[in-house]
């Protein structure tokens, strides 16, 4: 193994070149980023990207559709060459090249050359640290067994191709129902294999409230995956026929051609902790809204770095493509001179599985609780995605979140077949304003009758919430029904009713409230349900102009079953 120090590639040691150098270690999503935009802001800077990987600039978010081979063609998922690179922005970009020392000191990284097998040193004025995060593999008896994969960069996805092709696998266990779990799912079934998902917690997608999950959960179940929750990942053993057996802590053997593991993702902070940079509390660099780490000559981005959440103001890590491009983007305004600032994270995030939608953004109520928020509401309502006139509607379940009393939105997340990430994208937008529900009622969105409806989802959103704030609408929501005194009446008519209720529920239809309504005891509170929660508004309007304590269930009787989806008739 040789050692060779190097200033610049274009000049010798003895004459070094006066330009500015910009070393940036990993060069996918926020690393080629920032190297992309400083050319554009400075010509006159040198700027030399390494990464490990053979390649740089892939699409890591599409791994698992190449796995599936809907993405047939792997070259589809280089988005920009080393060539590219040189040729377009003159930017020099290392492959194979494995960062593997950092003296903040000195000013130089180590790198490893991978092919050669040669060392060298390397002098850099700023540094870029962008090294991802890897995939968590717990050190359990067998989890080295070969034929068990996580899904991080392409020889990845193509180890996974091959063993499905050369083992003829028929059947995979995924460990960990987060994005990558559900998407690499989706993906084994679209090669069709038989898929089982093990997750350790109740439900899948960990940052949904657990009642906007259900959807999702029974959607997978109706798609043939074997759910597996409450139960984690023991150990792998060797089974018949060369195959693996997963064992779960329940003790439930599990025989599987292959297995995934995507029990999420940690921070590659292995240089930064060699060079004493600060690393907080949640395990990633700190960073400045500039991205510059503890030491002024180095920044950090994407996957490896510690954010701000906005809504919260809590610090947070969050592995996503979108703040990883964008905070790429500060860190070379920086080391350009600029001002700009990254304004933190609010966590909107998208997966599709199975021809199901799931999207949410900002807090959700499990989230504001543990942050100790309490001064909130929200509404479900579960409208078409288009006017239900126009063939084709499909509902989507949708949960806002806002304070109370200013109505700011705190967060919202959707499930549904269509349609669902184009309202999340709208709320999203709102909140980043720092929007309120009021802002939402009022939103104008485009509406013909195929895409939405004279009031789009998002306004109907609004409007509920509004009717909350300002007292039209009181609502319950499904937590209070356990061991509440109120008297419980369901709107819906008698044969929707006889398909199904809660409990303890009378049935007294909205149509037959305005001669019927003397039979309810003036005395009790009452909770008014029916199917989504229209009718069970317009009932809990009259209501109140009789003079009862009347509340809508907020969602109706869907957002009930959600919760209890083993709910019959009763
Ligand atoms: P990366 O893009 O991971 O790049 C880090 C690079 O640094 C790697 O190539 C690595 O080899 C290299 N490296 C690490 N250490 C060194 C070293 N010491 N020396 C040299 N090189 C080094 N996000 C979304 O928003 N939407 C999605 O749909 C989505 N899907 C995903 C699907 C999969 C399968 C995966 C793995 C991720 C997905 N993500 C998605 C997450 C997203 O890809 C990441 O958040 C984003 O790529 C992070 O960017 P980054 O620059 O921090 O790290």
Known sequence: ???????????????????????????????????????????????????????????????????????ADER??????PELFRDRFNIAVHTDSDVTGLDPVARTITVHDMVSGEQRTEHYDALVLSPGAAPIRPPLPGIDRPGIFAVRNIPDSRRIRAWIEERQAKTAVVVGGGFIGLEMVENLIHRGLSVTLLEKLPQVMPPLDPEMAEPLMEHLRAKGVDLRLGDGLARVDDGPDGRLQVVAESGTVLPADLVILALGVRPETALARQAGLTIGERGGIVVDRQMRTSDPHIWAVGDVVEVADVLLGQITVLPLAGPANREGRVAAEAIAGRPTQFRGIQATAVVGILGMTVASTGASEKGLRRAGVTNFERVYLHPGHHAGYYPGARPIHLKLLFSVPDGRILGAQAVGMEGVEKRIDVIATTIQFRGTVHDLAEAELCYAPQFGAAKDPVNLAGMLAQNVLNGDMPVASW??????????VDVREPEEFALGHIASAVNLPLSQMRVRFRELPETRDILVYCGVGQRAYFATRFLLHQGYRARNLSGGFTTYKAIHPDVAAT
């Open 1 to 71: 193994m040789s050692q060779a120090q190097s200033r610049s590639p274009e000049s010798s040691p003895a004459n070094p070149s006066p330009r500015r150098r910009v070393l940036i270690v990993g060069g996918v999503a926020g690393g080629a980023s920032c190297a992309a935009r400083l050319r554009r802001l400075d010509e006159s800077v040198e700027i030399v990207v390494f990464d490990r990987g053979p390649y740089v600039a892939f699409a890591n978010c599409g791994l698992p559709y190449f796995v599936g081979d809907v993405i």
């Open 76 to 81: 589809k998922l280089l988005v920009a060459s």
């Open 479 to 488: 937590s209070e029904l356990d061991g509440t005194d109120a008297l419980i």
